[in-house]
């Protein structure tokens, strides 16, 4: 028998070699999507934050101008500087169900600018919105307002749709104006939005409170006899820690991510983690890249300041200072946030909070750039089976997706039904803490 050379041998023998490795990792990642669409048959994927409602307000106007059962990635709508053209939303019908979206938290948000009764009446259009489109597709989605209904809502085969209001700012600093918005479907609140309220602080806003007013301490308790969910994004590390010490039922982070992994004020640190552990709450990781990327969070504060220069060097030259940013992007390109950076940050809560405090917030429709490979509500496997690479349990997988969510809610519920025995309604205002009322702002 001829022998062949050695080195022949090994020019073989490499390609089969590479073969061979290749083709497990291939069986292994289809037999992971497998098992990740198991998960996610059975177990309801709960989004803690989707903004649709507001894209569909301030792109489109209104409900009618826009079809969710259709591919809604290409659309004429008003842009993000207020001219007509193109418009990419990350949402709709047939995504969400090659995404396996089981339940949404859909977000009824007005900027914190606006408040007073201008508040509550924009955010009563944001939650007729959502009525209104949950209406109109019935065969794809239904109002839930308990863990049950979700339940029930995903095994007939559509998507269980309930509200959050994502600032305290909209109440108006009144109580029967957030029982009203119960009574309308919303089950959490978010204590404030970019801006300090009289009663509580933002974690983007100078600190007034050192936490929360004994008003606002109040509207926790009052959140908690009613059932609503206390939802700590957008609050400062202060307030995070004030309301876990006052509240009865488990908190959530609809839409945030670890401070630890990026520090942007908008996440959560480690020791207020380490309370949400104790309180058997959830923090639901956002996919922002300024939230998720240490790297795209520095990027995005040099953009701000290379603006800010180049609006002032070019006062009065808008064309020129345009110019000169386009220019300064061309030269420093936003740095690239991937999927397995946004499971770092589900791995990092799992590992401080515990396994059962953590959860999905996309805020999808509400962010500028996602993640690669996480761009709309069609990707939400795609991180499963990142994690499931990274050995987690099928029980773990669905824990994630929503059992946790289901559990929090479950718990609120009865907090609620324990405190209604024994507590009326408060008739608590701003005058707990000196204050009168239209100071807002």
């Not at 009574?183 to 933002?202: C, E, I, K, N, P």
Request: a negative charge; charged letters at 20%; one cysteine or more.
């Amino acid at each position: 028998m001829t022998k062949l050379p050695i080195l022949a041998c090994l020019l073989l023998a490499a390609p089969l070699a590479a073969f061979a490795q290749g083709a497990p990792s291939t069986a292994n990642d289809a037999q992971l999507q497998k098992r990740v669409e198991r998960v996610l048959t059975r177990t309801p994927l709960v989004d803690g934050h989707n903004d649709l409602p507001g894209a569909i307000h301030n792109r489109f106007g209104n409900l009618g101008n826009i079809d969710l059962a259709a591919d809604t990635t290409n659309l004429q709508g008003k842009t993000r500087d207020g001219s007509i053209g193109t418009v990419s939303l990350m949402t709709d019908i047939p995504r969400m169900r090659k995404g396996q979206l089981g339940a949404q938290f859909w977000s009824a948000f007005i900027p914190a600018t606006i408040t007073g009764p201008a508040a509550v009446k924009r955010t009563m259009e944001q939650i007729d919105i959502i009525r209104t489109m949950v209406a109109k597709y019935p065969r794809d989605m239904e109002m839930a307002y308990t863990a049950d209904d979700v339940v029930r809502i995903h095994k007939a085969g559509r998507i269980a749709s309930m509200i959050g209001v994502e600032g305290g700012h909209q109440m108006d600093n009144s109580l029967p104006v957030l029982r009203d918005y119960y009574l309308l479907g919303v089950r959490y609140m978010t204590l404030t939005h970019g801006r300090t309220t009289d009663w509580a602080d933002s974690a983007t806003d100078a600190p007034r409170h050192n936490g929360l007013t004994k008003f606002g301490r109040a509207v926790v308790h009052e959140m908690n006899r009613m059932g609503m969910l206390v939802d700590l994004s957008h609050v400062s590390p202060e307030t995070m820690r004030a309301a876990l010490q006052v509240t009865q039922a488990p908190v959530i982070f609809s839409h945030s991510s670890a401070r630890a992994l990026d520090d942007h004020p908008r996440d959560v640190p480690d020791d207020v983690l380490a309370m949400v552990k104790a309180n058997h709450g959830i923090v639901m990781v956002n996919f922002l890249p300024t939230f998720i990327s240490q790297a795209d969070n520095d990027w995005t504060a040099e953009r701000a300041g290379a603006k800010a220069r180049f609006d002032t060097r070019y006062a009065g030259q808008p064309d020129r200072a345009s110019a000169a940013l386009e220019q300064w992007l061309q030269e420093h390109p936003q740095p690239k946030t991937t999927i397995a950076q946004v499971a770092d940050h589900v791995e990092h809560i799992r590992k401080v909070a515990g396994i059962e405090s953590v959860g999905i917030g996309s805020d999808f429709d509400g962010i500028g750039s996602t993640p690669v490979g996480l761009d709309g509500v069609d990707k939400y496997p795609a991180l499963f089976v990142e994690l499931a690479r990274r050995g987690w349990s099928d029980d773990d997988l669905a824990a994630l997706a929503g059992n946790n969510l289901l559990r929090v809610m479950r718990q609120a519920e009865a907090v609620a039904k324990r405190l209604q025995a024994t507590d009326a309604p408060s008739h608590a205002t701003l005058a707990l803490d000196g204050q009168t009322a239209g100071t807002e702002g």
